[in-house]
């Protein structure tokens, strides 16, 4: 089973994955993670890294389909690896796929130009390129205001130096980010979609324990 945890910038993905590993693992399922992009392990990865630390200029010196391509390689570079793990696992978790391209490359464009854009990059990832689908794909709903909160909360990380990189330090682009989101969820785009609520009703954060048992009750099948 292929489960893809999404969301944006500081949502908990990573601790959610990590999370759901030890869970699966738990219940006696052969489990791994990959996360992406995957930095240090393609030469994709490598570009986006300088891309997010302002290599290549600012947010809006690049267009969308430009960024699309070194996400979209760095999946591509590491097709044999998703499928022999999948191969090999019962549950393979992916931190960050497709839809995190989908995301973040359409939040960039006018709405009247990000269905068109959306098609063809999912066209690209998935047929030209060749990616399998997520059975399952697990939405972190948080605002963008909490979550760039959060990302300051992070470890230092291998690809950046910075607290914050390009896309995370810019609040009103993370909060278009979430509208393509809730667009892709509203659509179970490529993947049956199960959106997690992340802030209580006082707009507080759940517990990062709580966020696992509403993900774990949304995977039945995994629950048996």
Not at 122 to 140: I, N, W
Not at 186 to 203: E, F
Request: glycine share 4%.
């Amino acid at each position: 089973m292929l489960i893809a945890i999404e969301g944006i910038d500081g949502s908990g993905k990573g601790t959610q994955s990590a999370l759901l590993k030890e869970k699966c693992e738990s219940r006696g399922m052969h489990t791994e993670i990959l996360s992406f992009p995957r930095y240090g392990q393609t030469l994709f990865a490598k570009c986006v890294a300088a891309y997010l630390n302002g290599e290549f200029g600012d947010l809006a010196s690049v267009s969308p389909q430009s960024a699309a391509l070194l996400y979209a390689g760095d999946r591509f570079e590491s097709l044999s690896t998703i499928t022999q793990l999948a191969q090999s696992h019962e549950v393979l978790i992916l931190d960050r796929y497709v839809a995190s391209n989908l995301a973040h490359q359409a939040a960039k464009m006018d709405d009247d130009d990000r269905q068109e854009f959306i098609a063809w990059l999912s066209h690209m990832e998935y047929e030209v390129f060749g990616l399998p689908r997520a059975d399952l794909t697990l939405y972190l709903d948080m605002p963008a205001e909490i979550a760039a909160q959060q990302v300051f909360k992070k470890k230092q990380r291998a690809y950046t130096t910075q607290a914050a990189d390009l896309h995370e330090q810019d609040i009103t682009y993370l909060a278009r980010c979430r509208e393509v989101y809730q667009f892709l969820v509203q659509r179970n785009a490529d993947s049956i979609w199960v959106p997690i609520q992340c802030l209580r009703p006082d707009g507080t954060i759940f517990p990062a324990s709580e966020i696992h048992r509403l993900i774990w009750d949304a995977i039945p099948p995994l629950r048996h």
